[in-house]
């Protein structure tokens, strides 16, 4: 099952690098989202509220990773129940927990697997995540969408995740 799983994800992702390749000129890229400097700093532990145990836990090994986005964060992901994965955004120098990702997105489908990805850089203040969310979403002028896989383009400013950008896949 893990392997089935982790061959669906690689597949994913290289569908995800091809689409980048052939994508409209106007799809945001890494590069247009650069950071200054990754921090290389020692990380401060994780300031722990009043959450799940898993998530506690999860964010506690989480922070000690290299930093993966935006020169200072760590990317975390987690279950979050009902075949969905809920990711974060943890802060290295400060230990909190900065964001939420907007939505969770299916990992579970009804045929065992769904086409979630989340893409991120250690220098890049872009997030792409890819599949299909599990509560209902809007686009970039605050429609209602329906249920569907798609790719969303984040920009993060420090404090929240903005949606700047949807393809439909």
């Known amino acids: 099952m893990a392997s089935k799983l982790l061959a669906f994800r690689l597949f994913w992702l290289g569908a995800l690098f091809l689409f980048s390749c052939f994508a409209k000129a106007d799809t945001p890229r890494f590069e247009n989202y650069k950071v200054d400097e ?6 401060h532990d994780v300031v722990v509220g009043d959450e799940n145990k898993s998530w506690a836990e999860g964010r506690k090994n989480a ?19 009902g075949g969905a994965i809920c990711g974060e955004v943890l802060d290295v ?19 065992g697997t769904a086409p979630y990805a989340a893409v991120y850089k250690p220098n890049s203040k872009l997030l792409v995540i ?3 969310a ?4 809007v686009d970039v002028n605050g429609n209602d969408l329906e249920e569907g896989n798609r ?8 404090k929240a995740l903005h949606l700047i950008d949807l393809v439909d896949q």
């Open 130 to 132: 890819m599949g299909v």
């Open 38 to 43: 990754i921090f290389q700093g020692e990380h």
């Open 134 to 137: 599990a509560d209902p979403e």
């Open 63 to 81: 922070i000690k990773r290299p930093v993966n986005f935006a020169g200072h964060y760590v990317v975390y992901a987690n279950g979050c129940g």
């Open 151 to 158: 790719q969303r383009f984040y920009e993060f400013d420090g």
């Open 93 to 111: 120098k400060t230990g909190e927990v900065v964001t939420s990702f907007p939505n969770a997105y299916y990992i579970v489908g009804s045929d």
